[in-house]
């Protein structure tokens, strides 16, 4: 089944390590994001790609690095992980910037 | 700055009955307006859109929504509601061609099903 596969799936991390969260869609989609998604915040963007070798800051980037080295993946990496980071994160997709999004089920993360 | 109000953090609903979730948005142009569910334990699905047209949107699951421009709202309905339905529900506003990196959404409205 097409869609966006995310690894892992849950994640308890020491505070000051380093983790990488993946992100693999199956669709040929151009566009790639990852979100955080904190309690009574909503969504928000960390950062996004909107084609294949460019990568973009969204609207809380600290802490996270991304790369986008072909259309299928998009990890997202905490250099140093602090508490503040405990979230969950979701990846998503979509055929062009301008179009409604595809999104995985979510990584929860905990730092501790 | 655009930004979205889903002023009920949570409504609960009895099995069989209608259904409004608010929505009010802010923004400086005509709006390209999402409403997107999230069940427990998974990602967001696109429930409905709207960007021009129709001001009356249909989507998937029986659902609808309204654009009132005058209003500045994009209330999502549903005339009877089932116990599946029992899910997080997310507005989103951004602009047409603007991107989905500027996409701002709401902080979500929890809907729990009663029988």
Known sequence: IAGITQAPTSQILAAGRRMTLRCTQDMRHNAMYWYRQDLGLGLRLIHYSNTAGTTGKGEVPDGYSVSRANTDDFPLTLASAVPSQTSVYFCASSLDRNQPQHFGDGTRLSIL | ?115
Do not use: M
Request: proline share 4%.
């Open chain 2, 1 to 115: 700055a655009q930004s979205v109000t889903q002023p009920d953090i949570h409504i609960t609903v009895s099995e069989g009955a209608s259904l409004e979730l608010r929505c009010n948005y802010s923004y400086g142009a005509t709006p390209y307006l999402f409403w997107y569910v999230q069940s427990p334990g998974q990602g967001l699905q696109l429930l409905l859109k709207y960007f021009s047209g129709d001001t009356l949107v249909q989507g998937i699951k029986g659902f609808e929504a309204e654009f009132k421009r005058s209003q500045s709202s994009f209330n999502l309905r549903k005339p009877s509601v089932h116990w599946s339905d029992a899910a997080e529900y997310f507005c989103a506003v951004g602009g047409i061609n603007s991107g989905n990196e500027k996409l701002t959404f709401g902080t979500g409205t929890r809907l729990t099903i009663i029988p």
